[in-house]
């Protein structure tokens, strides 16, 4: 009895590993081979089951949460700038009523002309020397075109300027983030409902900030104030109100330093291109 089983065991593994020979075989046959015609219109529906039933599918529905994503940024976008484009049409509205109290306010007081009256005069940047990048510009307008000097000189951020030499047809421009300046610049700055007087001093290049003294007494001054031109320059040729930029931080003083701010440049030195001549509005 022990003898029968030891054999039938024996048999069964000589079968076992002549299967796994005899497949193996066929295996290597099959891979060592070129695929038949059958067998590669096998891969291919298979091949293409697998894209139509779960490939497209998934990018279907990849494609839909895509446009579906965009289409909400849209519809946000819009929001914003409808909201905006209704602010736009209120300070319209608001600008016209003041405008119209304005001129009903000179007319009873006989006042023809006001500090913040001013027109510009369009023109572009011809000329920036590399060794004076941070100190003057060249504009293509001068004299012919009434420009004097002292006149401001604004981007589309706000003033970036004053002209300090003058020929007929262009005029050199002093910008106020030349450290080698000496002028100084009357400016006010807008602190909640308090307004405060000072004197734009110099520009530090290596915190890109404008320093102001303060000639008015102030405890605080909040950050982001606005500060502005004050048109009390005594050449009278800076227009009041023309955005110079924001306060940063404010050091109040004592008994031997005066009270000053350091201010954020509201222009962008970097990228000076066109540019605008303020001319002040007066009875001439």
Known sequence: ???????????????IITVVLVLFSVFTLITNRSPSTIETMCKDVVANIEYYVIKAPIQYVTNLIDEYTSL???FEENAQLKERFDDLAREAAMNEVLQSELDDLK?????????TDYQVKYTYII??????????????????????TGMAVISSDGMIGTVTSVNDISAT???????????QLPVMILSGDDTYYGLLNRYDLSTQSYYVTLLSDAETIEDDAKVV?????GAGKSPKGILVGTVSSYSAGNETTESSCSVTPSADFDSLNYVAVVQRVNEE
């Open 107 to 115: 007319e009873l007081t006989e006042i023809d002309y006001l500090p």
């Open 1 to 15: 009895m022990f003898n029968n089983n030891k054999s039938s065991k024996q048999r069964r593994r000589i079968i």
């Open 229 to 233: 031109t004050s048109g009390l320059g």
């Open 173 to 183: 421009v002093t910008l106020l983030s030349s450290e080698t300046s000496s002028s």
């Open 127 to 148: 000329s920036r020397d590399a060794d004076n990048w941070n100190s003057e510009v060249t504009i293509n307008l001068g004299s012919l075109g009434g420009v004097e």
């Open 72 to 74: 909400k940024d849209v």
